[in-house]
């Protein structure tokens, strides 16, 4: 079945970067934009990006241009999502999301906490 | 930036109709897609292109789309579609940028 699963929990300073997996199964992972969204607790669903695994294009949501990259491993069907000079704000669950008409399979979540 | 504007919260009794609505000036242009999340859990799609229907989603979920509205319409709520409920669409400037609404807490008692 089509799933995606992602790396484990981190705990980061502030400054520092993070870099989430997401490694995709089930299905030809570049036929199928991959999309991340962040929650921080208590809050709502925020996009922060797309990019498509065949071409590597990428969009980013502009409250995140400039600390977001997000990249593929086409050989081992995984997505990767880097934040950059992290703060706290940015503490939050980190989906990643598979789009085809509509993100119709999500991985489970990885949680970042950015604490000193 | 693009903004898509849903109430906070909408309350029903178990077996009436729920209806949800998301406002954003490129609706009439873009699709509307629907995502219910319950707590601790990642969200599930309920609607996509305004009112289509995934496989395994209930059929008392429907969507409509008008003008700079859409709205996701529960018909006969039950208490298990207590859930966050978020209308999701692109803006309309080119650059494929998404947003989600600021989502809708449903309670069904």
């Known amino acids: 079945q089509v799933q995606l699963v992602q790396s484990g929990a981190e705990v980061k300073k502030p400054g520092a970067s993070v870099k989430v997996s997401c490694k995709a199964s089930g299905y030809t992972f570049t036929s199928y934009d991959i999309n991340w969204v962040r929650q921080a607790t208590g809050q709502g669903l925020e996009w922060m990006g797309w990019m498509n695994p065949n071409s590597g294009n990428t969009g980013y949501a502009q409250k995140f241009q400039g600390r977001v990259t997000m990249t593929r491993n086409t050989s081992i069907s995984t997505a990767y999502m880097e934040l950059s000079s992290l703060r706290s704000e940015d503490t939050a669950v980190y989906y990643c999301?598979?789009?085809?008409?509509?993100?119709?399979?999500w991985g489970q979540g990885t949680l970042v906490t950015v604490s000193s | 930036s693009y903004e898509l504007t849903q109430p906070p919260s909408v309350s029903v009794s178990p077996g009436q109709t729920a209806r949800i609505t998301c406002s954003g000036d490129a609706l009439p242009k873009k699709y509307a897609y629907w995502y219910q999340q319950k707590s601790g859990q990642a969200p599930v799609l309920v609607i996509y292109e305004d009112s289509k229907r995934p496989s395994g989603i209930p059929e008392r979920f429907s969507g409509s789309s008008s003008g700079t509205m859409a709205t996701l319409t529960i018909s006969g709520a039950q208490v298990e579609d207590e859930a966050d409920y978020y209308c999701?669409?692109?803006?309309?400037?080119?650059?494929?940028?998404?947003?989600f609404g600021g989502g809708t807490k449903l309670t069904v008692l």
């Open positions: 999701y669409s692109t803006d309309s400037s080119g650059n494929h940028r998404k947003v």
């Open positions: 999301a598979r789009d085809g008409s509509g993100l119709g399979t």
